[in-house]
């Protein structure tokens, strides 16, 4: 090693070659879904011509490949010579994650006549598994390229295409470290391999395996393939773009419908497990942890009391009942977004169910949102710990969660968390309420639901998506989506002098 | 590889570095959650916090599939238990340091014990750091010196003299004796492997490599020659003991300047051909009195490495010829250099140094970092069907950065020209600078029989 006498080049040009990086794998997955098309256009026989259907994408691919190759060529000289630090791996994510949205709404607005501002909330939308979307008439407004484009989004974005950029370009040493963590800051996502290209490998990995299970299951059971590739992709992912307007209700078979819910809730799982489980070859694994058996308490508990009180709107039919509430807990709890029935014609209560299922989410390393449920389950044991603390002083009350005590550190990490979510939920919902003029719960229900990247919300305005909203709002929930997607501490560091200062 | 790293100081995050970088899946653990956050947030390894001799936090780090554990932990004991652990857990090969005073006499030709109490390792990098020290003070001059394959082959590190008959002229031309050649040269901090064409200039550094034998009588032409005869120590620690026994019943008059009486009065007693000096060796005064200025060579082996580098200071304006310290940072090498310090030794790289080989494979039998990890001098087996093997090494179109030094045959040591072959089993000495490393590892690769 010799001693260079050199100063830290500037944030901008740190991370000018992994931003490039990723947008060149953007472009490829725009290119990837092309030729896909294509060769539905042309299977299908009809008369449609492949190149035009598909323009929108190989119009935006070209645009994405020349951004990604002026930002390489950018950082060209500092490829290898300078790693990454927590401070430009964060600016780093965020400004993916800023072109994701940019780069993935740049089809709708060529291939679909999308205003910008509607076109970047879709995009993020996508990109962030939020599902929620402001097409009031999907069939008749996207073109098949652009459904699958919007499955494309949502897949890529939900196991994060950071972690995918770590796990192909492997030598990141420590840049893909931070890289991945900046994306992925879960409790327990990560220390599946010591090395983290090899962590996003395997992720990756599972991700792709389950998806393929998934997309054969629902082609099986009667989807066509296009459909069954938008649904796999928006399942797994935890998404919830459907090629339908009335969504899943539209294909009428209750096998899709519990197959879907139980593919949700594998999507909402911690996928180290799966790894484990994979590794050992002992499923027992699974039940050892903690947070998974409190996410199947939960999920059986609610459904429980959903078929309960949703039993009198069924008809008394106890199976269809179950079926209804079955999903509508695996949709929300994994904030999913699929629907087979309107939840706001549920009575109060089990609205407040699935409000609260939105708000607790799916399990840390999923690629479910809303807050996790080991965060959910630290809080908890943190809050009677110190509930015991306030009467009895000199007991020592330790935080435990499988077993394991829970560092302070954590502790507070996870408060942070919660007082950060609920901020911004009370500051976004503010603005909206401002911009619109909208009822308070109906902006706080549409705030929450784009924070927990659910999709649907709970109080609409008068129609079933996002549509009505102004151009402001939809912006506020783009920041959002993004803010929830990627849990906060990574968007919010990027406003702190330091990290631009050195 | 998968290797788990015990202790996370100033050894063990180098190694950590290096394992890193060499793309090793790589488990690190420490006591300390300083040392943990440090090392996960600069590389790409898996931490662990806990004791690293407890069998759990060794199961749990997943020694049972892991193919080398290296303890490094500033506690010797904590170190062979862990070692030991590891390898009942399952763990392939075990590598543990020592470094008390007790761990002096561990046996090992090269200060490396093999198979002691069980690990494949045990080594104290002080008393590696003295046998260095004592072979660059039997040197005529050399200010390194790396003993390979058992002491047949040498590499010896020199300065080029103002006027040396060997600088100003290609190397083809120097006509230089068979048995040695130019290995490496460092010419402002920059090392380089030299080809024919290149001239060597005063002032350069330069690895020689070869019999050494040859090496001795070659010297003239490269450095002045130095002889020594007054050696004067600097800390009376396990270096600096082990170094003044390595020196008793050489001729070479040792002095030892150590600052705490009762340390002082031991040395007294196992060292008798030696003069043990009671006082600060950084106090100029001090050395004035004692005549100490008149030493040929002034080596600072205390443990500290910036009492050293002030006492190499003091040494050189009392008049001592030549200075050496004992540093624990090797990657400020240059640095110490520009400040007038002719040698500079690392324990800590030779740490480095042993377990790298170790995480290297079976067909690396020693391994040398040169100039601070710039190159390495690697001494490896030639296997059954690799592509160097069996043919004539001009043919062979070596990689830039790499040099075939001397080939270890059955009936002896051939430092190779163009037409020499090298025999499958025949031992292979070479450098390679890192960039060449991964081209030189795929020459020596096994390949189908």
């Known amino acids: 090693m010799t001693l260079a006498r050199r100063r830290r080049p500037p944030v901008h040009r740190v991370i000018a070659r992994p931003v490039g990086l990723v ?48 930002a390489v060529w950018w950082g060209r000289d500092l490829a290898g010579a300078v790693s990454l630090d927590r401070r ?71 196991m994060g295409i950071v972690v995918l950029f770590v796990a192909i370009f492997p030598n990141l040493g420590v840049s893909g470290k931070h890289l991945f963590r900046s994306e992925v800051p879960g409790v327990t996502a990560e220390g599946l391999r010591p090395r983290i290209t090899d962590t996003s490998l395997v992720l990756w990995k ?17 989807m066509g393939v296009h459909d069954a590739l938008v649904h796999g992709f928006g399942t797994l992912s935890t998404g919830g773009f ?74 008394g039919d106890l199976l269809v009942s179950l079926r209804y509430s079955f999903f509508r807990v695996a949709t929300s709890l994994t904030s999913t977004g699929f629907g087979i029935d309107d939840h706001r014609a549920y009575p109060p209560v089990a609205m407040a169910i699935v409000v609260l299922m939105m708000l607790v989410g799916g399990c840390a ?3 479910a949102g809303g807050m996790k449920i080991s965060r ?29 005590p829970v560092q302070p550190s954590i502790v507070v990490d996870v408060m942070s968390f919660f007082v950060l979510y609920m901020a911004c939920l009370a500051a976004l919902s503010l603005i909206v309420v401002h911009t619109d003029g909208v009822p308070v719960p109906t902006a706080v229900g549409a705030v929450l639901s784009c924070l927990s990247n659910m999709g649907p919300a709970p109080f609409y305005l008068d129609v079933d998506n996002f549509s009505g909203w102004s151009a402001s709002a939809k912006l506020v929930f783009c920041g959002a989506m993004v803010l929830g997607r990627l849990e906060f501490f990574t968007v919010l560091a990027i406003f702190l002098p330091e990290v631009w200062r050195r | 590889m998968y290797i788990v790293v015990v202790g996370l100081g100033q050894v063990g995050t180098a190694v950590v570095r290096a394992l890193e970088s060499q793309g090793h899946d790589v488990v690190a653990i420490d006591r300390d959650p300083a040392a943990i956050a440090h090392v996960e947030d600069h590389y790409d390894v898996a931490t662990l916090e806990g004791y690293g001799a407890s069998a759990r936090v060794l199961k749990e780090a997943g020694c049972p599939r892991a193919d080398l554990i290296v303890a490094v932990t500033d506690q010797d004991e904590t170190n062979l238990v862990a070692a030991l652990t ?23 030709q090269d200060g490396v014990a093999p198979g002691l109490l069980g690990v494949d390792a045990v080594f104290n990098p002080r008393v590696l750091a ?183 200071l003091v040494a050189r304006r009392a008049g001592v010829g030549r200075t050496g310290i004992i540093v624990s940072r090797p990657e400020y090498e240059s640095l110490y250099q520009q400040l007038g310090i002719d040698i500079v030794v690392s324990p800590r790289q030779m740490a480095t140094d042993v377990i790298l080989r170790h995480a290297r494979g079976e067909e690396v039998r020693s391994l040398f970092a040169l100039s601070g990890g710039q190159a390495e001098l690697v001494e490896l087996s030639a296997p059954e069907g690799a592509r160097a093997v069996g043919r004539p090494l001009m043919e062979l179109d070596l990689p830039r950065g790499v040099q075939i030094c001397a080939v270890l045959k059955r009936d002896g040591v051939v430092v190779p020209g163009g037409r020499d072959v090298i025999d499958p089993g025949d031992g292979v000495i070479l450098v390679t600078t890192a960039a060449a490393r991964r081209a030189a590892t795929r020459l020596f690769r096994a390949g189908r029989p």
């Open chain 2, 86 to 108: 590891a390898r009942h857990l399952g763990t392939r090969r075990a590598v543990a340091r020592v470094q008390g005073a007790d761990w002096v006499d561990i046996g090992g």
């Open chain 1, 23 to 70: 947008l060149l794998v953007l472009a490829g997955a725009l290119l990837a879904t092309g030729f896909l098309e294509m060769g539905f256009a042309l299977a299908s026989l009809d008369d449609v011509d492949p190149l035009q259907s598909v323009a929108p994408l190989f119009g935006a691919a070209p645009i994405s490949a020349l951004m990604g190759a002026f």
């Open chain 1, 376 to 404: 959910v389950l630290i809080l908890a044991k943190a809050a009677a710990a110190q509930v015991r603390r306030s009467v009895r002083p000199a007991v020592v009350a330790v935080v435990r969660v499988d077993k394991r």
């Open chain 2, 130 to 312: 003295a046998r260095e020290l004592a072979r660059i003070a039997r040197s005529h001059g050399a200010l390194e010196v790396f003993e390979v394959a058992g002491g047949q082959v040498e590499v010896a590190q020199v300065e080029m003299a103002a006027g040396a008959r060997a600088a100003g002229r290609p190397l083809v031309d120097l006509r230089l004796p068979r048995g040695m050649r130019v290995a490496a040269v460092v010419r402002a901090g920059r090392l380089m492997v030299p080809g024919g064409a290149d001239v060597l200039k005063a002032g350069d550094r330069v690895f020689l490599a070869g019999l050494p034998a040859v090496i001795r009588s070659a010297l003239p032409r490269f450095a002045k020659v130095r002889t020594t005869s007054r050696i004067a120590i600097l800390g009376g620690g396990v270096v600096g003991s082990t170094l003044a026994r390595a020196l008793e019943g050489t001729g070479v008059a040792v002095t030892i300047i150590e600052q705490d009486p009762p340390t002082a009065e031991a040395l007294a007693l196992v060292l008798p051909d030696t003069t043990i000096i009671i006082g600060d060796g950084t106090d100029l005064a001090l050395l004035q009195e004692h005549d100490i200025g008149a030493s040929d060579l002034l080596f600072a082996a205390a443990a500290d490495e910036q009492v050293n580098l002030m006492g190499a």
């Open chain 1, 365 to 367: 390393g999923s690629t």
């Open chain 1, 242 to 315: 459907s090629s339908r307007d009335a969504s899943i209700a539209a294909f009428g078979s209750p096998a899709i419908e519990w197959t879907l819910a139980v593919l949700m809730l594998i999507a909402g799982v911690n996928f180290g497990l799966y790894y484990a489980v994979v590794r050992t070859g002992k499923v027992r694994a699974l039940w050892r942890s903690a947070e998974l058996r409190l996410y199947v308490g939960i999920i059986v508990a609610a459904t429980g009391t959903l078929t309960w009180l949703l039993y009198d709107d069924h008809g």
């Open chain 1, 206 to 222: 599972l991700y792709m395996g389950l998806t393929v299970v998934a997309v054969g299951l629902l082609w099986w059971l009667g």
């Open chain 1, 88 to 158: 430009d791996a964060s600016v780093a994510v965020v400004a993916i994650w800023t072109l994701l949205g940019v780069v993935g709404a740049l089809p709708l607005i060529f291939g679909a006549n999308t205003s910008i501002p509607d076109a970047l909330f879709e995009s993020l939308s996508g990109f962030t598994t939020t599902g929620a979307t402001i097409y009031a008439d999907i069939e008749g407004t996207l073109s098949p390229p652009l459904v699958l484009w919007r499955a494309v989004m949502h897949w890529l974005g939900g």
